[in-house]
Antibody
Framework: EVQLVESGGGLAQPGGSLRLSCVAS????????LNWVRQKPGKGLEWVSF????????YFADSVKGRFTISRDNAKNSLSLQMSSLSPEDTAIYYC????????????WGQGTMVTVSS | QSALTQPRSVSGSPGQSVTISCTGT?????????VSWYQQHPGKAPKLIIY???ERPSGVPDRFSGSESDNTASLTISGLQAEDEADYYC????????????FGTGTKVTVL
């Protein structure tokens, strides 16, 4: 079964840090481009970050650039998002999403992990 | 990085057809066929239903179809069914080497 499972969400203080993880199974992880997509409470989807299959190429949305770092460990089929300088505006469900085929579309999604930034 | 524009809501009776528009700029679509559509039921993760403008992943009913013209993408649901009631989001990647994904504002589809 094709699957992505996120973990690491929770409560963080404004200005604090949090690290999200995503473990994959059921597809060719190392050849798949991966992303983080977030959804603020009651709002729409927002792309956050991209990483290539090799991990060499990364991109970030302007809203998180310089504060978030994305990385992957192909040996462990895992993806990470290191978030720092968090603000209440970062409160959201964070999904890892993958492009396992030839298209750039997100054909594999995790169930999401909730991040709440509050004092 | 402004969101693509979608109608807030559309509705239809079972068996009818509804179309959701997704409007952007030339920089959002760029002439590349990288438009995708996602269905999201309440409390669930999004699900890919259309990729590359008009392609359907395996298992997605053929009542879902997509198209794009002049910087507007469209999703049509023909033969509306109760389980189609959900939020729908378009998404564009302006080019293979830009990797700037932009989602639409989202449309709530209500089955009357």
């Amino acid at each position: 079964e094709v699957q992505l499972v996120e973990s690491g969400g929770g409560l963080a203080q404004p200005g604090g840090s949090l690290r999200l993880s995503c473990v994959a199974s059921g597809f060719s992880f190392s050849s798949s481009e991966l992303n983080w997509v977030r959804q603020k409470p009651g709002k729409g989807l927002e792309w956050v970050s991209f990483i290539s299959g090799s991990g060499i190429t990364t991109y970030f949305a302007d809203s998180v650039k310089g504060r978030f770092t994305i990385s992957r460990d192909n040996a462990k089929n895992s993806l990470s998002l290191q978030m720092s300088s968090l603000s209440p505006e970062d409160t959201a469900i964070y999904y890892c999403a993958g492009s396992s085929g030839s298209s750039v579309a997100f054909d594999v999604w995790g169930q999401g992990t909730m991040v709440t930034v509050s004092s | 990085q402004s969101a693509l524009t979608q109608p807030r809501s559309v509705s239809g009776s079972p068996g009818q057809s509804v179309t959701i528009s997704c409007t952007g700029t030339n920089s959002d679509f760029g002439g590349y066929n990288f438009v995708s559509w996602y269905q999201q039921h309440p409390g669930k993760a999004p699900k890919l239903i259309i990729y590359d403008v008009s392609e359907r992943p395996s298992g997605v009913p053929d009542r879902f179809s997509g198209s794009e013209s002049d910087n507007t993408a469209s999703l049509t649901i023909s033969g509306l069914q109760a389980e189609d009631e959900a939020d729908y989001y378009c998404c564009s990647n302006a080019g293979r080497h830009s990797f700037r994904y932009v989602f639409g504002t989202g449309t709530k589809v209500t089955v009357l």
